[in-house]
């Protein structure tokens, strides 16, 4: 029955996940985690983690979190509550934790107000020329490979370059810069899974250093160089709230101007990929959206629910709450599941069907809050570049499956190789 959305009530075994989560991170699980979606939904709507707190994993119950007071994010006052306080000692976990994404009310309001909308209509059609000069020499570097070799990596010459040149002429960093922020970025995320290893943890150390030493001297020059961009006002804004305290002002700008950045690289490579990979995989799928381009923004939308680009977020409770009928203590921690609650089946009929028409809902942006601050701008990357290869290579299909980075958080896919 669970198949088509009826949803059994919660199971009281904690050990009946860990397979699951294995299989998850397995590379069967990354080409594919639907099949772990759908039998996580099968367990219940509110399924109990082996180290405690829950998954969440229907449609709704996910909006709830999302979008409700009650669910905060695990900041620093929530850290030291934990009894495994080492845990999030890790430099790597404190750097992301002073951030947007781990800030509650009233500093993520007060923050967050002062960034107001930072990609409105008006910026965005400014951005758009650029962007499009982005994607067409990055289309061209993609048909000489292609002409070169008969296949290329779409993930390597487009997916990763979009975005961080995007972000990068926004904030006015050089060019040359571009490749040791993707680096340093793709390692440092290793903090932020669930549950990140010794040694992962390690490599998000040393990422982390060298983000902050790059991202604080970027903050230092444009100091001493002011030009007209955004970092430029963001430092003019912070400096006259703390005129007094130019320290407090270079951590903000330091905080604000690194998770600006490295939130806008890896989630929107993986839309930008996955949008590729699922049209031009069916050649009629792709012939079809080519002469109906106006659905170009539902196929990203089905792109969107379908594979998000992170599997999971999490979020404590201010209270002591009911979740679903199931009673959860204030503190505790619920982990929401993007991927199962997208194919909720009760929210969007046959999910596992890939249907540009469809119309459907995800969450993958999040919501209330801390909806995606960059929601708009990937829209427009994604847009553009679907728009121009599916004009300029009306035969480009995958030479073979897409390749995933380990993870269990953030979802990533590390190549994907085209050809024509």
Not at 158 to 164: E, T
Request: with cysteine; proline share 6%.
């Amino acid at each position: 029955m669970t198949a088509v959305g009826v949803i059994r009530g919660i199971t009281t075994d904690r050990r009946a996940v860990i397979p699951l989560l294995r299989r998850l991170r397995s590379d069967e699980g990354q080409a594919n985690p639907l099949p772990v979606w759908d039998e996580l939904r099968a367990l219940g709507e509110v399924v109990p983690a082996p180290w405690g707190g829950y998954f969440v994993t229907g449609f709704d119950t996910c909006s709830e979190i999302l979008r409700g007071r009650n669910w905060l994010v695990p900041d620093f006052a929530w850290q030291e509550r934990r009894s495994d306080m080492t845990r999030w000692q890790d430099p790597a976990t404190r750097e992301m934790t002073r951030t947007l994404s781990r800030l509650n009310p009233p500093e993520h309001t007060f923050r967050r107000r002062a960034l107001g909308n930072l990609f409105d209509r008006d910026t965005l059609e400014i951005m758009r020329p650029r962007i499009t000069a982005h994607v067409t020499g990055l289309l061209d570097r993609l048909d000489l490979a292609l002409r070169a070799h008969g296949e290329a990596d779409f993930v390597a010459t487009v997916g990763d370059q979009l975005p961080v040149h995007t972000v990068g002429q926004w904030l006015g960093i050089p060019a040359e810069h571009y490749p040791r922020i993707l680096d340093f970025t793709h390692r440092q995320v290793h903090a932020q899974e669930l549950i990140p290893t010794r040694s992962e943890l390690a490599i998000s150390a040393q990422a982390t250093l060298e983000m902050q030493d790059f991202f604080t001297g970027l903050v230092a020059h444009r100091r001493a160089h002011p030009g007209d961009d955004v970092l430029t006002g963001w430092i003019r804004y912070w400096d006259a709230q703390y005129p007094d305290d130019r320290a407090a002002a270079d951590q903000l700008l330091y905080d604000l101007t690194m998770f600006i950045t490295i939130a806008s690289l890896e989630t929107t490579t993986t839309l930008l990929t996955n949008a590729v990979w699922f049209v031009t995989q069916d050649p009629a799928r792709a012939d079809w959206l080519r002469r109906h381009p106006e659905h170009v923004d539902d196929a990203i939308d089905e792109a969107l629910r379908y594979d998000p680009p992170i599997h999971l977020n999490s979020r404590f409770a201010a209270d002591d709450t009911v979740l679903a009928g199931v009673p959860i203590a204030k503190d505790t921690t619920v982990h929401v599941l993007y991927g199962a609650a997208n194919h909720d089946p009760r929210r969007n009929p046959d999910p596992q069907v890939f249907d540009i028409r469809r119309k459907g809902g995800h969450l993958t942006f999040g919501g209330g809050a801390h909806y995606c601050l960059g929601t708009a701008l990937a829209r427009l990357e994604a847009r553009i570049l679907l728009t121009q290869l599916l004009d300029r290579f009306p035969t480009l299909r995958p030479a073979a499956g897409p390749t995933y980075a380990n993870r269990m958080v953030f979802r990533r896919l590390t190549s994907l190789k085209v050809t024509t």
